[in-house]
T-cell receptor, first 113, second 112 residues
Framework: DGGITQSPKYLFRKEGQNVTLSCEQNLNHDAMYWYRQDPGQGLRLIYYSQIVNDFQKGDIAEGYSVSREKKESFPLTVTSAQKNPTAFYLC????????????FGPGTRLTVT | DAKTTQPTSMDCAEGRAANLPCNHSTISGNEYVYWYRQIHSQGPQYIIHGLKNNETNEMASLIITEDRKSSTLILPHATLRDTAVYYCIVRVANNAGNMLTFGGGTRLMVKP
């Protein structure tokens, strides 16, 4: 089955630790995205990548970092500099060939205490 | 990208049509209207999109007013599984990065 996988579903960390969230897709999509969602709110874009070895900051990139070494993978690191890291994190991908549709993963719920 | 306004929440009886409005009065000529929905604790799911003509697919219908300043998503026979947050998004097709800007959406509650 083609799709996007995110792991783990739930993640717990202590304050001050960096944590990396996984996102993998086998849809052969060029573009990948990371969004953050807080309770009762819409999604906010953290980073996006249109092609391997390239990525751009979204609206709320501070305290986060990404890499895009492979087309299939777009991991997100939540650093200790992110002041309020507890949130629901969603990864998405889309074809750059004029596609209007983004495919989303199931999300990772990160709790930092 | 144009801003959208949606009601915060709506109720609908199971089996009845759910009509979800969206106001996008500042939409420009090359901007499309997209609808996604998000079931609790899952990733958003694409539903439908349109430019100026009404559109229909297996999930829903999209009615866009002639002046394009508003639209309505119609779920013809709502089921309990349609309970979700519905997002109306307006953007230029093929904008840089194909980014989507999600607002608060409408929380649709389908009741038995």
């Amino acid at each position: 089955d083609g799709g996007i996988t995110q792991s783990p579903k739930y993640l717990f960390r202590k304050e001050g630790q960096n944590v990396t969230l996984s996102c993998e897709q086998n849809l052969n999509h060029d573009a990948m995205y990371w969004y953050r969602q807080d309770p009762g709110q819409g999604l906010r874009l953290i980073y996006y990548s249109q092609i391997v070895n390239d990525f751009q900051k979204g609206d709320i990139a501070e305290g986060y970092s990404v890499s895009r070494e492979k087309k299939e993978s777009f991991p997100l690191t939540v650093t200790s500099a992110q002041k309020n890291p507890t949130a629901f994190y969603l990864c998405a991908s889309s074809s750059m060939a004029g596609s209007y549709e983004q495919y989303f993963g199931p999300g990772t719920r990160l709790t930092v205490t | 990208d144009a801003k959208t306004t949606q009601p915060t929440s709506m109720d609908c009886a199971e089996g009845r049509a759910a009509n979800l409005p969206c106001n996008h009065s500042t939409i420009s000529g090359n901007e499309y209207v997209y609808w996604y929905r998000q079931i609790h604790s899952q990733g958003p799911q694409y539903i439908i999109h349109g430019l100026k003509n009404n559109e229909t697919n297996e999930m829903a219908s999209l009615i866009i007013t002639e002046d394009r300043k508003s639209s309505t998503l119609i779920l013809p026979h709502a089921t309990l599984r349609d309970t979700a947050v519905y997002y109306c998004i307006v953007r230029v097709a093929n904008n840089a990065g194909n980014m989507l800007t999600f607002g608060g959406g409408t929380r649709l509650m389908v009741k038995p």
